[in-house]
């Protein structure tokens, strides 16, 4: 199967800071990438769609200003939490679309705000 | 809106045992569904997906889930369980408008026993 890959895969931030994690396609094109957000022993809530070119499309009830995201490449998408604070801190899982129903999920990064 | 329902937050089962996860969606049209598997520190993996044809599908790994448009349900079963089963499994169903995002369940956690 195609290889999502997520950088950090860990991260400790103090309150206030800003924290950028990349979701990468290594062996195929992604035009479509998806963040979600998953608590501890709960599901995964899907937070934006990442569309390369253009604005992502969010989802109600998240913070467009707080949480970035930039699609600036086919292989490559960005989510940053600006100024975090211990209620961001989550695990977030981004996936890449390859074809019209089948999408890879990267291995999520732990985000902790002190 | 597409939704999806897990009614079992957690099961066990005997090494050997068969099982089933329930799965039900809600979805106005003809849905894209999907099991996964997540096992501690790893990220989702796809067991296997249905949008057409046999309402039958198999998977990886010994699985296999049943489309039943009538009750909305796409169970997961498996014949005889292994310890290395045991990991958190979610339902999903994905929409093929708003560039087919996929909503998850909350998910089941499997436990086998020896």
């Known amino acids: 199967g195609a290889v999502v890959s997520q950088h950090p895969s860990w991260v400790i931030c103090k309150s206030g800071t800003s924290v950028k994690i990349e979701c990468r396609s290594l062996?195929?094109?992604?035009?479509?990438m998806f963040w979600y957000r998953q608590f501890p022993k709960q599901s995964l809530m899907l937070m934006a769609t990442?569309?390369?070119?253009?604005?992502?499309?969010?989802e109600q009830g998240v913070e467009k200003d707080k949480f970035l995201i930039n699609h600036a490449s086919l292989t490559l998408s960005t989510l940053t939490v600006t100024s975090a604070h211990p209620e961001d801190s989550s695990f977030y899982i981004c996936?890449?679309?390859?074809?019209?129903?089948?999408?890879?999920f990267g291995p999520g990064t732990r985000l902790t705000v002190l | 809106a597409q939704s999806v329902t897990q009614p079992d937050i957690h099961i066990t089962v005997s090494e050997g045992a068969s099982l089933e996860l329930r799965c039900n969606y809600s979805?106005?049209?003809?849905?894209?569904l999907f099991w996964y598997v997540q096992s501690p520190g790893q990220g989702l993996q796809l067991l296997l997906k249905?949008?057409?044809?046999?309402?039958l599908v198999q998977g990886i790994k010994g699985f296999e889930a049943e489309f039943k448009r009538s009750q909305s349900s796409f169970n997961l079963r498996k014949p005889s369980v292994h310890w290395s089963d045991a990991a958190e499994y979610f339902c999903?169903?994905?929409?093929?408008?708003?560039?087919?995002?996929?909503?998850f369940g909350a998910g089941t956690r499997l436990f086998v026993k020896a």
């Open positions: 996936s890449a679309r390859k074809t019209a129903d089948t999408q890879y």
């Open positions: 062996d195929f094109q992604a035009t479509t």
């Open positions: 990442s569309n390369e070119g253009s604005k992502a499309t969010y």
């Open positions: 979805y106005g049209a003809t849905p894209y």
């Open positions: 249905y949008f057409s044809g046999d309402t």
């Open positions: 999903a169903v994905g929409a093929q408008t708003g560039g087919f995002k996929t909503i």
